[in-house]
């Protein structure tokens, strides 16, 4: 059974930092590609950042343009976790975060973010930036 276990959520004043990570069990995604997405109240679920394969040890990443500078993700594969690194968190950052993964390969440059892309996704975690 296929796992992904998100943790590093909590309540931040803007400006500070806090670091989500996604730890999947169960099988790898190593050829695959990983993604947080985030959900604010009454709005539409969006892809923030993703990480994916494109061949041999090379990954490309995505982020949104309005986090675009301020957070970064990375993963490792012998931890089969992901990482989203947050800083210059603003109030416009609170939603739910969650985690998202797939083993599917769509190509080199496919940048993973819809949300149909991915087969396994973790609980959410709550992030919250104060003003």
């Known amino acids: 059974q296929v796992q992904l276990v998100e943790s590093g959520g909590g309540l931040v004043q803007a400006g500070g930092s806090l670091r989500l990570s996604c730890a999947a069990s169960?099988?790898?995604?190593?050829?695959?590609?990983m993604g947080w997405f985030r959900q604010a109240p009454g709005k539409e679920r969006e892809a923030v950042a993703t990480?994916?394969?494109?061949?041999?040890?090379?990954?490309?990443?995505y982020y949104t343009d309005s986090v675009k500078g301020r957070f970064t993700i990375s993963r490792d594969n012998a931890k089969n976790t992901v990482y989203l690194q947050m800083n210059s968190l603003k109030p416009e950052d609170t939603a739910v975060y969650y985690c998202?993964?797939?083993?599917?390969?769509?190509?080199?440059?496919?940048?993973?973010?819809?949300?149909?892309?991915?087969?396994?996704w973790g609980q959410g975690t709550q992030v919250a930036v104060s003003s």
């Open positions: 998202a993964a797939t083993g599917k390969y769509y190509g080199g440059s496919y940048y993973y973010t819809l949300g149909t892309d991915y087969d396994y």
């Open positions: 990480i994916s394969w494109s061949g041999g040890s090379t990954y490309y990443a």
């Open positions: 169960g099988r790898t995604f190593s050829s695959g590609a």
